[in-house]
T-cell receptor
Framework: DGGITQSPKYLFRKEGQNVTLSCEQNLNHDAMYWYRQDPGQGLRLIYYSQIVNDFQKGDIAEGYSVSREKKESFPLTVTSAQKNPTAFYLC??????????????FGDGTRLSIL | AQTVTQSQPEMSVQEAETVTLSCTYDTSESDYYLFWYKQPPSRQMILVIRQEAYKQQNATENRFSVNFQKAAKSFSLKISDSQLGDAAMYFCAYRSGQGAQKLVFGQGTRLTINP
């Protein structure tokens, strides 16, 4: 079945450490997105990519970095510059073009905590 | 920038009854899409229903329907014959009809179903 796979499900970060969250999709979708979810809040956009080797900052990009070397993959690195990384991270994808309300499809998320 | 507001942090309803979740949004665009997503305790994001702004007819999906009031910028979700499995966080989301198809989310409403 097609879908989005996020790994790991749980991740712990030590002070000063960079960690990378994986997101892979086999839906042949063009666009991919990373969202952060804090308790009691909605999802906020970190980064997004519409095409391979291109990506744009979202609303809360500071302390994060991404790459898009393959259409299927959009990993997110949480750097040591992100001082409050504890959150639930969701990856999403959607096809581009065409008319109509194309929804975003979401992975199951990664919970990141500070050690 | 577009904003989405869900003014009800929590709602509860008796099983088999009807409940309405509120959502308002702010935009200067005329071409856009609106979505309701459900997030159960498993934290998966599940699409409930979608609405194109250019369509006057309210969207319906089985027990779920919306009341889309474009002039008032209101997009409420009605759940009929509530079931225990409907218990979840519900998020309203806005997407521009132009550009990268980013979603802007509201803060969410936690729905409890009382047996």
């Amino acid at each position: 079945d097609g879908g989005i796979t996020q790994s790991p499900k749980y991740l712990f970060r030590k002070e000063g450490q960079n960690v990378t969250l994986s997101c892979e999709q086999n839906l042949n979708h063009d666009a991919m997105y990373w969202y952060r979810q804090d308790p009691g809040q909605g999802l906020r956009l970190i980064y997004y990519s519409q095409i391979v080797n291109d990506f744009q900052k979202g609303d809360i990009a500071e302390g994060y970095s991404v790459s898009r070397e393959k259409k299927e993959s959009f990993p997110l690195t949480v750097t040591s510059a992100q001082k409050n990384p504890t959150a639930f991270y969701l990856c999403a994808s959607t096809p581009l073009g065409g008319r109509g309300a194309q929804p975003q499809h979401f992975g199951d998320g990664t919970r990141l905590s500070i050690l | 920038a577009q904003t989405v507001t869900q003014s009800q942090p929590e709602m509860s309803v008796q099983e088999a009854e009807t409940v309405t979740l509120s959502c308002t949004y702010d935009t200067s665009e005329s071409d856009y899409y609106l979505f309701w997503y459900k997030q159960p305790p498993s934290r998966q994001m599940i699409l409930v229903i979608r609405q194109e702004a250019y369509k006057q007819q309210n969207a319906t999906e089985n027990r779920f329907s919306v009341n889309f009031q474009k002039a008032a910028k209101s997009f409420s979700l009605k759940i009929s014959d509530s079931q225990l499995g409907d218990a979840a966080m519900y998020f309203c989301a806005y997407r521009s009809g132009q550009g990268a198809q980013k979603l802007v989310f509201g803060q969410g409403t936690r729905l409890t179903i009382n047996p």
